[in-house]
């Protein structure tokens, strides 16, 4: 069925590092695709999104494009900080014909170290 | 903030009991949808409703169920509450159409005691 699968965390980096994070799905038809972040204590927040094949979604630094052929993802920034610390979700939203699901992935724990 | 309302933020009840969680869209969104996040799991999708229909279903259980009035808001009513049943409860508005993103609420935290 449609699915999302993210790279398990925690993710810990020290401060300015580079990172990514993984992000696979399956769908049927031309999904669109999210990242929301999630900081302590909170509810989420959209951090990017595309909305077709080779779109490139971003958003303070961080970057994620949409690859129909290896139906991926992926989560990057080239320094992490600090504040970035927090969970991040990918999810897809199923087109019309698949009932307009919103689906996410079961999230990755990022711990950046000063 | 989101522009989602959800009420309340915290609720604690015992086993057996029911409760209803609520959720009001932002303004002109009529699309709502309700997740549960347990401890150490991502977001289940339980429902989806569109201009008070329900459009798409998840993994809900048979004792909880959910309405969208014509105002809009939603609720989401939990009944023969049982242990398993803490978690925290999303609620996110959208306009329903394809390319938009979703706006969570803060979540109403529920401990079933």
């Known amino acids: 069925g449609d699915s999302v699968t993210q790279m398990e965390g925690p993710v810990t980096l020290s401060e300015e590092a580079f990172l990514t994070i993984n992000c696979t799905y399956t769908?049927?038809?031309?999904?669109?695709l999210f990242w929301y972040v999630q900081y302590p204590g909170e509810g989420l927040q959209l951090l990017l999104k595309?909305?077709?094949?080779?779109d490139k979604g971003s958003n303070k630094g961080f970057e994620a494009t949409y690859r129909k052929e290896t139906t991926s993802f992926h989560l990057e920034k080239g320094s992490v900080q600090v504040s970035d610390s927090a969970v991040y979700f990918c999810?897809?939203?199923?087109?019309?014909?698949?009932?307009?699901?919103?689906?996410f992935g079961s999230g990755t724990r990022l711990l950046v170290r000063p | 903030d989101s522009g989602v309302t959800q009420t309340p933020k915290h609720l604690i009840t015992a086993t057996g009991q029911r409760v209803t969680l609520r959720c009001s869209p932002r303004s002109g969104d009529l699309s709502v949808y309700w997740y549960q996040q347990s401890l150490d799991q991502g977001l289940q999708f339980l429902i989806q409703?569109?201009?008070?229909?329900?459009?798409a279903k998840g993994n809900i259980l048979e004792r909880f169920s959910a309405q969208q009035f014509p105002d809009l808001h939603s609720e989401l009513n939990l009944s023969s509450l049982e242990l398993g049943d803490s978690a925290l409860y999303f609620c996110?508005?959208?306009?329903?159409?394809?390319?938009?993103?979703?706006?969570f609420g803060q979540g109403t935290r529920l401990t079933v005691v």
């Open positions: 996110a508005s959208s306009d329903g159409t394809m390319n938009t993103e979703a706006f």
């Open positions: 769908a049927t038809g031309y999904p669109s």
């Open positions: 409703y569109y201009n008070g229909e329900e459009r």
């Open positions: 595309a909305t077709k094949a080779d």
């Open positions: 999810a897809l939203l199923l087109p019309p014909g698949s009932s307009y699901k919103l689906i």
